[in-house]
């Protein structure tokens, strides 16, 4: 964790902080993961496909975004953001300053915490009071009271623990959740034909299911899974570098992209870098020139730094980020 320092102290802040929530909320939540910004240049981020759903809550100025998953989705301003699961990116910028607490909900816990299924959320961002009305508001509020990062994180661990208590929701069936688990336990990487078998469903019904409660089929899904995973470790490597990073050449030195294609389950270079253009849009390289410097002080939003055993490769092997 980097240390703690406030804004105003007359020279650049750059924070990023990223721990596991309460074990209690394990199974629900990802991670969460704080970041604070001033003085440093204006740039723009993107924000990539996972296999969480985005809950933003502001510190400061308000999260300004340039371009949605859904193109037809107008650019704006939030205090307050939730993101269903896309593929798509969506384009963050900010002019030097930004700071907020961003939460990676999984989608087998958005009945409980958020009250709706996942994939009511599929490939849109909303204002988060939208769906959670004065609740998230008080809970900003709280949050933008604490003084250091344990104490916020603290505050987003009591609120949501408490709305978890008192969810009446119905749970998610059986059969989506092991649908969901296993292709996470397999990186995405599982053939749909064997899901669907595996659950006794057809693969119609699973794809009609699966979509309504999560909001993308099952291929979109593990599409996402496995992109996931790749470009996690390609962060991964360039912070352990050194590499060189240069898109205009194609120079990919260090990276070793065609090995951690075959890795990750793509058939080989070139289809990793079409499907990082369809999701990310650009290429692997590209990718990493643009948020190089972020990558290197560890200040990507929704890099997590904890995993849990889903988020393991093939025969145990973690994929946990340092």
Known sequence: MQPESEPGGGGPVDESVREPPGIALRPMVGWYSGYRQAGVPAGRHRGLPSPYLTLILTLDDPLTVLAHPDPGQVPGDFRLLLGGLHTAPALIGHDGRQSG???ALDPLGARALLGIPAGELAEI???????????????????????????????????????????VVTAIPAELTHAWRLLRRSNGTVPIADLAEELGWSARRLSGRFSAEFGLTPKAAARVIRFDRVRRRLADRARRGPVEVWPDAG??????????????????????????????????????AEEFRNIQSGAVPGEGTWNRPEDEGPGGTTTKEQ
């Open 101 to 103: 607490v961003q939460i």
């Open 251 to 288: 120079r990919r030195r260090g990276l070793g992209l065609a090995r951690l294609a075959v890795d990750a389950g793509y058939y080989d270079q070139a289809h990793l870098d079409r499907e990082f253009n369809a999701l990310a849009g650009c290429t692997p390289v590209a990718w990493l």
């Open 125 to 167: 961002d909303v204002s988060a009071d939208d769906v959670l009305g004065r609740d998230i508001v008080l809970a900003q509020e709280r949050l933008r009271a604490a003084k250091d990062w344990p104490g916020r994180f603290a505050v987003v661990d009591d609120w949501l623990a408490k709305r978890a208590a008192k969810s």
